[in-house]
């Protein structure tokens, strides 16, 4: 930085441009707004010659106001990229690597910095001082940076131009910050330039304060002015050894004061209790108009957070993907049944009909020789026997096709429960991952909250701002108590849900297994009778029709998956 060699004399340094530094990037990035003139003006502090400039000092310098800068980085949302802050100037301004943003993985075009602003408190010397920001790879590859003077810094939201080490414009890097500018103000005089910037709300503060004020010296004056009634054995004696006199009262009647006397001691405690109850009553007050009630999520608005949505909309896709390959596996299954029901009703028709013309054959010719030989008792028994081997074939056939579609479902069911009972798993995981995260943010934000209360105390109440802030330290460990214990009640519920579920599920599926059989059962039925009513000619639309129904009814999980997840 020049103070280095104006404080060493010297008028006029020469820079060498062969070797793009840091320090040469630092004079490019002044030079930038004076006109690119390659020369800087020393300031007017450190020209005046009744003025001693010390670089190494931490106070404010006679003249100059110190600036309070504070940077968040704002671009909006995939390499890993991340930002460098460094501050130039005196050496108490001088803070190398100040600030270094985390990773932004996979967003290279449109990275995103969700992470609390660099603040730099206190800078002595604003128009000596630099503000660069760089950007590099994962990999530590430089991107591109700017260098900016603290005097040149305009608040508010900002797109930041990034440059090379040249000093060159880059064609699209740069990065939306949004930046604080304000003098600096010690934090002893931190309340009274709060009341110059609101002076409406600090005489609101004020007035209030002394209202509160007044009640309570009111009221410790009632309190003494009640003790001193109710004890007045102890300040007047005399009165005691006086005669009793009748004593008129507000009915107009009179009374001894031998008649019925109070005791002195619960004359005196009487008022001493009201006393005290008041200012507690008024305290609780006060803290629960200070406290704010933070209440933890419930598993229902738990599950309704977008990470545990995605995850059920992936297990829905998974189930039905599962149900659709056993569905393919049990088309291709019904396909190769009728293909061989088919097959097996041609050969049987054919069987049939080249007995009939034999017989029909063999009747003429016998009514012809007039042979005995094979007659119709013959070929009656040839035709019982071929209807009863087809009837046995088809049996068998038909057990066979009822096995196998038993079978694979049976293995779909198999499948849809283990894949339940890994998605039950992985709900039960992810649910309480959500759980833990929100209720560690609750955690942060009641802590803040916490520090907010206690400051709105100290700012409101002064006189008894100890005792206000212990009660209202007791009241926040409760707050903080009863949050902990709701957390941990809805941790607990999430962690008994997973056996509900794995009941349910369990109680579900073995009412499927049940009526497995009876519905295979049904449905080969229903299917061979179709195919005998029907014919040979319609022997492929009724088994189309009969498969839509067991494709329905297999449907069924994937439907009761979906309302599940609807649910």
Same mark, same amino acid.
């Given at each position: 930085m ?48 009744d003025k ?35 501050m ?60 900016i003077?603290v005097s040149a ?18 064609t ?120 704010t ?8 608005e ?20 599962l ?7 049990t ?11 088919n ?24 009514c ?6 094979h ?7 040839? =035709?019982? %026997? !071929?209807? &009863? ?7 068998? $056939? #038909?057990?066979?096709?009822?096995q *196998? =579609?038993? %079978? !694979?479902? &049976? ?7 283990? $894949? #339940?009972?890994?998605?039950?798993? *992985? ?9 833990e995260?929100?209720q560690?943010?609750?955690m ?7 520090e ?17 802030i212990?009660?209202l ?15 941990k ?10 056996p ?31 195919k ?16 839509e ?17 609807k649910?």
């Open positions: 020049p103070q280095v060699f104006w404080n060493a004399g010297c008028q006029l340094v020469a820079l060498n441009f062969q070797t793009i530094d840091l320090s040469m990037q630092l004079n490019l990035g002044m030079y930038e707004y004076n006109g690119k003139s390659g020369y800087r003006l020393k300031p007017e502090f450190m020209r005046r010659p001693h400039f010390d670089p190494f000092t931490e106070s404010t310098v006679d003249g100059i106001v110190a600036n309070t800068l504070s940077v968040k980085f704002l671009t909006d949302k995939k390499v890993g990229v991340y930002v460098e802050i460094d130039f100037g005196l050496p108490v301004d001088t803070r190398r690597k100040a600030f270094k943003t985390k990773t932004s993985q996979s967003n290279a075009i449109n990275p995103v910095w969700d992470e609390e602003p660099i603040v730099f408190k206190k800078v002595v010397l604003p128009t000596l001082a630099s503000l660069r920001i760089a950007v590099y790879e994962e990999g530590g590859k430089f991107i591109g940076h700017r260098i003077p810094i305009r608040p508010g939201y900002r797109y930041i131009g990034l440059r090379n080490e040249k000093n060159q414009a880059l699209l890097p740069a990065i939306f910050v949004y930046i604080e500018v304000k003098d600096y103000v010690p934090d002893t005089f931190a309340d009274v330039i709060e009341a110059l910037s609101n002076p409406i709300r600090y005489v609101n503060l004020m007035e209030q304060r002394s209202k509160q004020l007044a009640a309570l010296t009111l009221e410790e004056g009632e309190e003494e002015k009640d003790t001193k009634e109710a004890d007045p054995g102890v300040e007047n004696p005399s009165e005691v050894k006086s005669e009793p006199k009748p004593v008129p009262v507000e009915n107009g009647l009179s009374h001894a004061p031998s008649a019925a006397p109070k005791p002195a001691s619960q004359i005196s405690t009487q008022p001493q209790s009201t006393g005290s109850t008041k200012p507690a009553a008024k305290t609780e007050d006060l803290i629960q108009s200070v406290l009630e933070m209440e933890a999520q419930t598993i229902e738990l599950k309704q957070q977008k990470g545990f949505v995605r995850e059920q909309r992936r297990h829905y896709k998974e189930m039905k993907d149900v659709k390959k056993h569905h393919k596996k088309t291709e299954m019904i396909k190769e049944h009728t293909a061989k029901y097959e097996f009703q041609h050969d049987y028709l054919r069987k049939r009909a080249v007995l009939l013309k034999s017989a029909k054959r063999d009747g003429k010719k016998r012809l020789s007039s042979s005995p030989e007659g119709p008792s013959f070929f009656e028994q040839e =035709l019982a %026997n !071929l209807d &009863q081997d087809s009837g046995q074939k088809l049996s068998e $056939l #038909k057990e066979q096709q009822q *196998q =579609l038993l %079978n !694979l479902r &049976q293995e779909q069911y198999y499948s849809e429960k283990y $894949l #339940k009972k890994e998605h039950i798993k *992985q709900v039960i995981e992810k649910l309480t991952a959500i759980a995260e929100s560690s943010n609750q942060k934000k009641i802590k803040e909250l916490c907010k209360e206690k400051l709105e105390i100290n700012r409101s109440y002064v006189n008894e701002v100890v005792q206000h212990k009660r330290e007791d009241a926040q460990t409760k707050r903080h108590e009863k949050l902990v214990e709701t957390h009640s809805i941790l607990q519920q999430i962690l008994d849900e997973k509900k579920l794995q009941n349910d599920l369990d109680q579900e599926y073995q009412d499927k297994f049940r009526r497995l059989p009876l519905e295979i059962q049904e449905f080969v039925q229903e299917s061979t009778k179709r005998t009513e029907d014919g040979e000619q319609e022997v492929l639309p009724s088994s189309s029709s009969t498969l129904k067991l494709m329905q009814k297999g449907a069924q999980s994937e439907d009761d998956t979906e309302e599940e997840k649910d």
